[in-house]
């Protein structure tokens, strides 16, 4: 895709002659602003690189934070004493203006939970609840299994579900897609009569471990509790109903909504040198869920943001704008922190320059995705091309994170570092997130990325174009 | 390696010409013995492998084993039952002289087992005992941490491991390596004045799953109860001692071993046509560990000699000599089917041609291992090669299985076959060694590879030289 760059843009290049440079057609309304950007920033950016990939901060930081409080889920003590610790690190690191930013916070607690095969054979199935599911009562829900490969099966069986518990075996194809039947499974198999539902992970690949996360009721059936299964056991489950065996299960779930409690979106800032009231958001979210320790969702993308602040800082960069670190709480099941900040900003965000969080896992960088005006995804093409040695100067069109959409949706410009997810969701909401699976120069890498991107965009003479 | 055949073997080539073929000189030796062999079982090795990889019965077999009886440890309800299915199915099927051969198995129970994490912070951690541990007092064992990587580390911390619960963080090097931690951990840690002993999951890759096998206990050190851990949370404690934290963990394990019990070797045959009373056994065990369904190790190998059997069948084809299926009993931890078999079958050793086992998966196959003389080297090398079009003609020096280890002891030659097990131990012994993981074309070539080799050996004129 070419964009053109806009007039406004143009006049942070008008200074440059775009003549004589032989690039491609395509790339030739770029080549001036590559140019000066690679005049300006090339050699900043390369010490940034240098600093950031110079040793394993960024992983020890990760493995020191889920080690030491494991999960994170909103509304738990660990995700509080994470927080508290966060912002006693952050004032030890010398960053400036840290603080923790108030936001009632959902409050869903698992309780236990379980799932036996009654029928054909006798035996207990690894299971997660999803979050905001009910629970069963105290004796659980045993009932004959429904299994469907979509909610086309579904409908057509749907004389079939009453009275029983769904499960939907549907293969993965890519989250976006497949995650839909973890968010709406539970109407669906409710509207048609069945008395619980079940899901196959939402994973290209596990090894029988279920995978949670979030799933929704609303006001067009009754809510049923709703509880993941492994790919393997739904896969079995799917074989014996195929062979007309009976298949029966008991559901135990105390899974219940309380009452919300304050959490924090933890602050801290590089202000700027001449316009500290502009604002470039780097960020990531510190909340989890109930399982693993949230290493890659998204200890990695908070400490990622973090420390790209800390090498901007020991390399004593101080760009024009403020470049302000946030780490969301609440992203998995309620975006309250994302929403605190729309409302506590509300009058500022005018002057948000734009809005980055990673929130991918922190693997081996591409690059950024990145949503606004077309004349801004010009200049942030451009200034991801500073990130070419390392491979991560990909600037593609689309993106943000669930913790910055509040705010992207007021007109702040927003971007999601983009790095290579190929295993992200084999891990991702089950017990497996850990920091082993992160390799360390990788993570290095998603710092650097971070530190020359926020740097450059901080320190342009104009803000990004809208 | 070039293995020249021997004057005895020669008699099988005897009335062939090794001139004018135009081949490598350090394969001309076996020229004229793969010729006689191509010419005379070519065309059935061909109709022998189209017949095995036409369709998915194999891979529907090991599913519906798995699928029914789920796992089938020794001394288990779910193996006897698994044993009687096999062998009605067996009967269906029209096989010959079908039978349970008895075997009397150890019969060691896992019971309920816990493993907390009390400081540095307070978790459950995912862990299986090993098999034939000891259990721990009712109220667990609750004591410190060691971690070492090694048993060089072990022996120069030996004076801080009194009272302890060492835990063996030894990388994965190779199976073969590495359980040597699982086999003997508990007897060094004891010897050291450990209270129990844990151990990171000998496994190259997993997801936060510990993997079981058997351990061993002697006369020198008094037994402790162990437990395999994730490599995860091995990992993780391992920081949390390198970062000075105290680590406490509480252990509760019910394991015990109980008398023995009866079992079975399950039998079948295809009855030689000329020499009934010499056998060429193709098998695989059908007892697992209890977690998981045993569907790699080793219905699969099981099942692919089963269906081999049935292959033959159907072709019409009956060897010469006996093709004696077997479905081992108590490979994992005591080799009983084994011992049995040699014991009731001992004065017949000597008109055994040869034994294969089939128990490192069934991914696809690369042929085989062979452990006995030059001379049946080289001849079962060139039965390999019939299997050439499918790639699995590779036929390596060593060989054997677990099972079929004491007839070796008495002389009898023995192969493996061997199979892309790159993934295997990603499985191995834990809950996600699943049928789903093995594809069924590739288990159809296992199948075919087995039929084969099975076929060629119990048909040759002589038998394989010892």
Chains 1, 2 share one sequence.
């Not at 579900?161 to 993965?172: E, M, R």
Request: include cysteine; hydrophobic fraction near 45%; charge should be negative.
């Amino acid at each position: 895709m070419t964009r053109m760059p806009t007039t406004r843009s143009l006049v942070l290049i008008s200074a440059l002659a775009a003549a004589g440079l032989d690039v491609p057609a395509a790339s030739r309304a770029q080549a001036p602003r590559d140019s000066a950007l690679v005049e300006r920033y090339g050699a900043t950016a390369q010490r940034l690189i240098a600093a950031a990939t110079r040793d394993t901060s960024a992983w020890l930081r990760i493995a020191e934070l889920t080690d030491r409080f494991g999960s994170r889920i909103s509304g738990s003590a660990s995700l509080e004493h994470a927080l508290d610790w966060v912002l006693e690190q952050m004032r030890r690191d010398g960053l400036e203006a840290v603080r923790g930013e108030p936001a009632m916070v959902p409050h869903w607690v698992r309780g236990d939970e379980s799932l036996e095969l009654v029928e054909p054979r006798a035996t207990r199935l690894p299971m997660l609840g999803l979050g905001r599911s009910i629970g069963t009562p105290p004796g659980g829900i045993t009932a004959p299994v429904l299994v469907v490969s979509d909610s086309n099966e579904l409908a057509a069986r749907a004389s079939e579900a009453k009275g029983k518990i769904v499960l939907f075996d549907a293969p993965y194809v890519s989250y976006g897609e497949t995650v839909t039947y973890r968010v709406r499974g539970a109407v669906l198999a409710s509207r048609a009569g069945a008395v619980a539902a079940l899901l196959r992970s939402v994973s290209p690949f596990e090894m029988r471990q279920p995978h949670t996360g979030v799933t929704q009721y609303d006001s067009t059936a009754r809510p049923i509790p709703f509880a993941a299964i492994s790919i393997e056991d739904a896969m079995m489950l799917h074989r014996m109903q195929l062979r007309g065996q009976p298949v029966v299960v008991t559901l135990k779930m105390q899974a219940r909504m309380l009452p919300d409690v304050p959490s924090r979106n933890v602050v801290a800032e590089l202000r700027g040198s001449e316009r500290p009231d502009e604002v470039v958001i780097v960020s990531g979210h510190l909340d989890s869920w109930d399982v693993g320790t949230g290493a890659m969702d998204d200890a990695g993308g908070f400490v990622a943001a973090w420390e790209a602040l800390l090498v901007m800082k020991e390399l004593g960069l101080r760009p024009r704008r403020t470049v302000r670190l946030v780490g969301w709480t609440n992203e998995e099941y309620g975006t309250r922190g994302g929403l605190a900040y729309r409302d506590a900003h509300a009058s500022e965000l005018g002057s948000h320059d734009v809005a980055i969080e990673s929130d991918g896992g922190v693997f081996r960088p591409s690059g950024f995705g990145f949503t606004g005006s077309d004349s801004a995804f010009a200049i942030v093409r451009a200034v991801g091309r500073l990130l070419a040695s390392m491979g991560a100067d990909t600037v593609t069109a689309g993106g943000g994170g669930t913790d910055i959409e509040p705010i992207m949706a007021r007109g702040v410009p927003g971007m999601s570092l983009n790095d290579d997810g190929r295993r992200y969701f084999w891990y991702h909401h089950s017990e497996s997130d850990t920091v082993d699976k992160l390799d360390a120069r990788e993570v290095a890498k998603c710092v650097a990325a971070m530190a020359v991107m926020a740097y450059v965009l901080a320190d342009l003479p104009e803000q990004l174009p809208r």
